[in-house]
């Protein structure tokens, strides 16, 4: 599996931006696609989550309310819209895949995209 994170970009605070993440190989119908990302000096952390299956989705509370993760399987695509963006969001942002949709476990990890926001 391989996947192709875009989308990042400068944006000002307040703006939005939307992250894509495209998965290619053998990919299935099933499986838990997240988002990372990591800020200077600081380490990698959680944004957010969508299980296939069902749907269902969790946030870290930073950015609850103003990020939603959606998918779209015809397109084996995940989309992270991110809106109100400040400029503690300014971080590279990964997406990473795991086969298991019912665990937080991700065996699959994109090369990142960067998203800086300018205050």
């Known amino acids: 599996v391989q996947l192709q994170a875009s989308g990042g970009g400068l944006v000002q605070a307040g703006g939005s931006l939307r992250l894509s993440c495209a998965a290619s190989?053998?990919?299935?119908?099933?499986?838990?696609l997240g988002w990372f990302r990591q800020a200077p000096g600081k380490e990698r952390e959680f944004v957010a989550r969508i299980r296939s299956r069902d749907g269902s989705t969790y946030y870290a509370n930073s950015v609850k309310g103003r990020f939603t993760v959606s998918k779209d399987n015809a397109k084996s695509t995940v989309y992270l819209q991110m809106d109100s963006l400040k400029p503690d969001d300014t971080a590279v942002y990964y997406c990473?895949?795991?086969?298991?949709?019912?665990?937080?476990?991700?065996?699959?990890w994109g090369q990142g995209t960067l998203v800086t926001v300018s205050s």
């Open positions: 990473a895949l795991g086969i298991n949709w019912r665990a937080d476990r991700y065996e699959y």
């Open positions: 190989g053998r990919t299935s119908s099933s499986y838990i």
